[in-house]
């Protein structure tokens, strides 16, 4: 089955504690991406990538980390979360950006984080 | 730099009636547009999308979308909604470019009442 999959779903953690959010995707996509979504705020990207070792800041990339060593995996690393960090996290890909403006995106099932 | 709006953070239904949530859009060059519907504890599922062509798109689960240039909009409707209908709605808008982001909506919730 066509999916992408996001690890874990749920997480709790304390201010300062770094982690990491796994995205992985099976349909051989060249972009990817992470938004975080706020009430009220939609849906706000924090970066991007375009292909393997290509990756490009979003709309709020402040305090988050990506790697695209791999075509399929795509994380997402807290160095030191914040409280603010505290958010409804997705995963997105689709087939190809260069040529693709147009391409649906696939999104994961969602990273429900609490940072205390 | 490109945006969308969603005028209406909430819009009630009565079952069997016509729905229609609201999308307006700002771009520099031409827009590509695209709904996602989001159901409880789920990611974004795609609806339909607006490249080129015909105005009127048609999508999943019977929603259909206008796209008007003259207006900047791209409204969602259905004809006759459902209460399995009741999600929470994005609109989202790309501008040409390459590397341009997918810009979202703050969400439009519908319920659908039986």
């Known amino acids: 089955e066509a999916q992408v999959t996001q690890n874990p779903r749920y997480l709790i953690t304390v201010t300062g504690k770094k982690l990491t959010v796994t995205c992985s995707q099976n349909?051989?996509?060249?972009?990817m991406s992470w938004y975080r979504q706020d009430p009220g705020l939609g849906l706000r990207q924090i970066y991007y990538?375009?292909?393997?070792?290509?990756?490009d800041k979003g709309d709020v990339p402040e305090g988050y980390k990506v790697s695209r060593k791999e075509k399929r995996n795509f994380p997402l690393i807290l160095e030191s979360p914040s409280p603010n960090q505290t958010s409804l996290y997705f995963c997105a890909s689709s087939l190809g950006s260069t040529s693709g403006l147009t391409d649906t995106q696939y999104f994961g099932p969602g990273t429900r984080l609490t940072v205390l | 730099a490109q945006s969308v709006a969603q005028p209406e953070d909430q819009v009630n239904v009565a079952e069997g009636n016509p729905l229609t949530v609201k999308c307006t859009y700002s771009?520099?060059?031409?827009?590509?547009l695209f709904w996602y519907v989001q159901y409880p504890n789920r990611g974004l599922q795609f609806l339909l999308k607006?490249?080129?062509?015909?105005?009127l798109v048609k999508g999943s689960y019977g929603f259909e979308a206008e796209f008007n240039k003259s207006q900047t909009s791209f409204h969602l409707k259905k004809p006759s909604a459902l209460v399995s209908d009741s999600a929470l709605y994005f609109c989202a808008v790309r501008d040409t470019g390459v590397g341009t982001p997918l810009v979202f909506g703050k969400g439009t919730r519908l319920s659908v009442i039986a």
């Open positions: 771009v520099s060059g031409n827009p590509y």
């Open positions: 607006y490249i080129t062509g015909d105005n």
């Open positions: 349909m051989n996509h060249e972009y």
């Open positions: 990538s375009m292909n393997v070792e290509v990756t």
